[in-house]
């Protein structure tokens, strides 16, 4: 029923026949994913968090590329949607429960796998609460990861991967590296004292691995450019 009310285009029929049939079928991967894409086209934010957190569940034990767990660009549709929903929320307690819901998905996506594009989605929406230092820690996982690639200098896809993580880095330090935060004894702190040296320092760890075999590309030499200003 589901199949056909999608082909005619009634996604909201669709959405509750799923429903319907994940409650007899609680434990189908396929059904949960069905219904997380089509609670994202519905905007029914809670229900998709809560497909995405199932899907991820039903298939840890069993997969064998950890790479199709997550859909990456799904998650990053579900992080615009809460941030949008919690500017849109006029009621503080339900801003807070919904970024608690993605919280929880957050961290359970992170506690089962290790991958950049992950970490980017989680920085990104850390840095909307507002919690700069988990922010940035995120982020560095991510430049990490993609420094770390063991394929980084045999595939140019690769090396701008990094090149755009590091790059977005050095932005986030620019932006919130300098603001004060409340730190774990309670005191407000600034974000990163030496953000203008971690700027430096990813730059030119970059810039310094890759330069046998990308010298001369334009990308590494945004790099190069942007490491020369300071």
């Excluded at 049939?21 to 609680?26: D, G």
């Excluded at 796998?113 to 919690?131: D, K, W």
Aim: proline share 1%; charged share 30%.
């Amino acid at each position: 029923m589901a199949s056909v009310f999608i082909k005619q285009k009634k996604k909201r029929e669709a959405w509750r026949s799923l429903k319907e049939a994940l409650r007899s079928k609680h434990d189908a991967s396929n059904i949960w994913e069905n219904y997380l894409f089509v609670s994202i086209d519905l905007c029914e934010i809670q229900e998709a968090i809560r497909a995405m957190e199932m899907v991820l569940n039903l298939r840890i034990d069993k997969a064998k590329d950890n790479r199709k767990l997550v859909d990456i660009p799904v998650l990053s549709i579900l992080v615009d949607l809460v941030i949008k929903r919690c500017d849109d929320l006029k009621d503080s307690e339900s801003r807070r429960l919904l970024a608690k819901r993605l919280n929880h998905l957050l961290e359970v996506v992170n506690s089962k796998l290790s991958f950049p594009q992950v970490f980017l989605e989680a920085s990104r929406f850390y840095e909307y609460q507002g919690l700069y230092r988990k922010s940035l820690e995120f982020h560095q996982k991510a430049y990490r990861s993609y420094l770390h690639d063991p394929y980084l200098l045999d595939n140019k896809a690769s090396f701008e991967l990094l090149a755009s993580a590091t790059s977005d880095m050095v932005d986030k330090y620019f932006r919130i590296g300098s603001l004060l935060e409340i730190d774990r004894n309670g005191e407000q702190t600034v974000v990163c004292k030496d953000w203008e040296y971690q700027c430096k320092s990813c730059l030119k760890t970059v810039v310094s691995r890759t330069k046998i075999t990308y010298e001369g590309d334009v990308v590494y030499q945004k790099l190069v450019d942007r490491l020369g200003a300071f």
